[in-house]
């Protein structure tokens, strides 16, 4: 069956530093992937989202590229604000929206 | 412009007293879901509708149901809570997946259950 990976938190950073967050995944055929953040005692947000390969997702000053040879969308953001302090799931749904995935999410703390 | 409300945001019920969640949806959206999120991991889907189509997940157990009287709204009943089923339950929506083949998930705030 489709599947997610993230790497573990929790990720603590200094505020301004560089941060990625790792996906990779499983599936069949062409999913879509997103990246959803939930903030402390919130629900979850979409964040971005790319439905085929090469697709670049951004908001908000993240990014993360569909790459289909790896199997990875890699979250980034070339500066970090203690406002991004959430935790941040990687997710996958196949062409039919009848598998939405979710990974185990990562912890990122963001420090003043 | 909340668009997927769920009511109330902390509830507190008694091992084995019956609980209703309610979650109500501006957006016109075929689908809605249920899920429950325990602390530090991934939401896990317990079923959704399709417009009045109700899909279990196999592993959801018999004390979860869920009731969808309309578009707008859909209820979370557990019927008999145990001290495992505290958790955070999530509310969403999305417009119809398999017409679209694109399935965006819209959340409410969540309603995080106590169980004491």
Known sequence: ?112 | DAMVIQNPRYQVTQFGKPVTLSCSQTLNHNVMYWYQQKSSQAPKLLFHYYDKDFNNEADTPDNFQSRRPNTSFCFLDIRSPGLGDAAMYLCATSTNPRQTGLDIQYFGAGTRLSVL
């Open chain 1, 1 to 112: 069956g489709n599947s997610v990976t993230q790497m573990e938190g929790p990720v603590t950073l200094s505020e301004e530093a560089f941060l990625t967050i790792n996906c990779t995944y499983t599936a069949t055929g062409y999913p879509s992937l997103f990246w959803y953040v939930q903030y402390p005692g919130e629900g979850l947000q979409l964040l971005l989202k790319a439905t085929k390969a090469d697709d670049k997702g951004s908001n908000k000053g993240f990014e993360a590229t569909y790459r289909k040879e790896t199997t990875s969308f890699h979250l980034e953001k070339g500066s970090v604000q203690v406002s991004d302090s959430a935790v941040y799931f990687c997710a996958l749904s196949d062409n039919y929206g009848q598998n939405f995935v979710f990974g185990p999410g990562t912890r990122l703390s963001v420090l003043p």
